[in-house]
């Protein structure tokens, strides 16, 4: 892998669109969640990996910022960029990116590795191939400047 990954082209689909005539604002999260799904495999999970080690991923938190509509029909593709790990949890930063080349949404999310073997799901430590392949994404990411969206808040400023 060399710099930020991009994903194939996803489509905008009919059942996706809202009322007002644009992508549903959950649908977006369908879309990174797609996008996330591509990614798996460079890092080494996926449903095989669930299966064989009895562990899997889970989103802890996910903050979107829409920045321009989405429609029917439309294709987009997603940048994902890993921010940072550690044994237990990795950060990534997505970019919904619209086929005639402007942005439309960015993601952020923060994932869990949990062992689900036990009575109860817990966060566990990555296995080394795992972490590995988390520090040569890194790696290969670390020319690319931060996108300006990366660690953003909720909040309303006060004047």
Known sequence: M????RTSPLTVLPEWIDYNGHLNMAYYSVLMDKSADQTYPLIGFGPDYRERTGCTTYVAEFHICY???????????????????????????????????WLAATGEALTLHVDQSGDRPRVAPMPDDILANLAKMKDAQKSSP??????????IAQK
């Open 2 to 5: 060399t710099d930020v990954f």
């Open 146 to 155: 931060l996108p300006d969206r990366v660690g953003r808040k909720i909040a």
């Open 67 to 101: 920045v321009r509509e989405l429609h029917e029909g439309d294709k987009v593709t997603s940048t994902v960029r890993l921010i940072d790990f550690d044994e237990k949890r990795f950060h990534i930063f997505q970019e919904l990116w619209h086929e005639d080349g």
